[in-house]
């Protein structure tokens, strides 16, 4: 990764007194890449998994058709795309495919019906499952949920497929629209692939926030990072916290005594 990567380092105070007792210091490190890394964009794989149950009749349903097919719009043919809905059952709107007919992929999230009750692990697990047809180092792979509402009975089995994606380098992100979706699961589930939860309070936003995910994915251009830090004598580590896009406590992993 050399010059694809600059990093850069500030501590909270401009110089420490020589003390006999233990001094907390806190250092930001940045990450940055090159413009040239920065021009490539890699491919992606993304599975849309998108709630059709009953309470997302109305406003619901239109904006998230709206949204699914602006990132139709987003995606080019090196991108691949599968749509999957669900309800109490699971449906197969469009499987894993090139971004190539981007109207025949619009005809098929128009079809896309409210009704039903909420199972979201039968949506992940067929979400997953077209996922791993294009798993590749060379492309961002990538889940994005979106629900409005409590799963009934298969909180284990959403958990569980979290970790699933996590081990084969698959994230997802979570969001939850409105009031009446399980936060603690939605943020269990994204934390165990290394995505991030978040809420959308009103329907009218669901576009804003499937665009910002997306454009949140063409922007990477490293993945599976390591940052490994050489310490001085006598220092040690605390806490490692990603700060951006999403704070999220790292953890770290001693390599020896520094």
């Known amino acids: ?3 694809h990567v600059t990093l850069t380092s500030r501590l909270n105070k401009a110089s420490l007194p ?7 210091v806190y250092v930001l490190v940045e990450a940055a890449p090159s413009a040239t890394v920065q021009a490539v964009q890699m491919p992606l794989n993304l599975a849309l998994v998108l709630d059709k149950s009953g309470s997302m009749q109305g406003e619901k349903i239109q904006n998230l058709r709206s949204a699914a097919k602006l990132v139709v719009d987003r995606l080019g043919p090196q991108d691949i795309i599968s749509i ?3 309800s109490d059952r699971k ?3 469009a499987e894993s495919q090139p971004v190539t007919d981007k109207q025949a992929l619009k005809q098929k999230i128009d079809r896309i ?3 039903g009750g909420t199972a979201i692990s039968g949506g992940m697990g067929q979400g997953l499952a077209e996922l791993e047809k294009a798993l590749s180092a060379d492309r961002i792979s990538r889940m994005l949920l979106l629900t409005d509402g409590q799963t009934f009975g298969d909180e284990k089995q959403c958990k569980q497929l979290g ?8 994230v997802v992100n979570a969001l939850g629209l409105g009031d009446d979706w399980n936060e603690d699961l939605l943020d269990e589930v994204a934390e165990a692939s290394g995505g991030v939860a978040d809420f959308i309070d009103s329907p009218a936003k669901i576009v804003g926030f499937f665009q910002s995910a997306v454009q949140a994915m063409q922007d990477t251009v490293v993945q599976n ?5 050489r310490l001085a004598n006598g220092i040690t580590p605390r806490q490692v916290w990603q700060v951006l896009p999403m704070i999220s406590n790292l953890g770290y992993r001693p390599l020896s005594d520094r």
Do not use: P, S, W
């Not at 020589?18 to 907390?24: H, K």
């Open 225 to 229: 990072a390591q940052l490994i830090l």
């Open 84 to 86: 999957v809905a669900f």
């Open 1 to 3: 990764m050399n010059n």
């Open 18 to 24: 020589v003390m006999n007792t233990q001094q907390l």
């Open 91 to 93: 449906y197969l709107i």
């Open 113 to 115: 019906r409210d009704g």
């Open 163 to 170: 970790k699933k994606a996590g081990d084969k380098g698959i």
